[in-house]
């Protein structure tokens, strides 16, 4: 499905294909080459873009988002069931299957996210770094660490201050969800506009 709002329309070259099933919104560009396959979501919500390079293979069920502050870039492959928003991946970059990669980070040339890896917010990783299976890659540089060093993840973690980051919240304040899903949710109403 492709979807129109808040005055962008997707672009998708003549030479891509989108499945029927995928749902393509906002100001995305898919690029010559590319596909975007059965159930995949790219949403760029108000503000936000998503462009899709030449030849980009984005797999089954996964989603990407951009947001206003938080821009996407994919440059070849983003495995089933990985969740990508606001990131900047460059070619030859690959995404495997259930990877999550967090508004601002980068991910350099070469570089490997394994099967269910993290990359957090504001996490560069340098050119041919690789995520293992299930590890979490966090801070700028960032330091790969195995899922049960909880306490060494947060240490990098916490200073990214996720909640201000990403949705202008001070953690600190009282019924910091409420305002984060209340600004969310005021924020998402231009998808009444949609059309189809």
Not at 86 to 104: L, M
Not at 106 to 121: A, C, D, P
Not at 145 to 153: G, K, R, T, W
Not at 158 to 187: C, E, H
């Amino acid at each position: 499905m492709i979807i129109s709002y808040g005055g962008h329309e997707p672009a998708i070259d003549a030479d891509a294909w989108v499945a029927p099933d995928a749902t393509v919104c906002g100001d995305v560009v898919i690029g010559a080459g590319s596909r975007v396959m059965h159930g995949a979501r790219l949403v760029a919500e108000a503000g936000g873009s998503i462009r899709i390079g030449r030849n980009c293979i984005v797999l089954e069920n996964a989603v990407i988002r951009a947001t206003q502050h938080h821009p996407c870039t994919i440059g070849n492959l983003v495995g089933p069931n990985c969740h990508v928003v606001g990131a900047q991946i460059a070619d030859e970059v690959f995404i495997a299957t259930g990877a999550a990669v967090f508004h601002g980070a980068h991910i350099e040339r070469g570089s490997e996210v394994r099967i269910n890896g993290t990359v957090h917010l504001r996490t560069r990783l340098e050119p041919g770094t690789v995520v293992p299976i299930g590890w979490i890659a966090v801070g700028d540089p960032a330091r790969v660490l195995p899922p049960d060093q909880h306490e060494a993840i947060w240490s990098e973690q916490k200073p990214l201050d996720f909640p201000g980051f990403v949705y202008g919240v001070d953690r600190s304040l009282p019924d910091v969800m409420q305002k984060i899903t209340g600004n969310l949710s005021a924020a998402l109403s231009v998808h009444r506009t949609e059309s189809v």
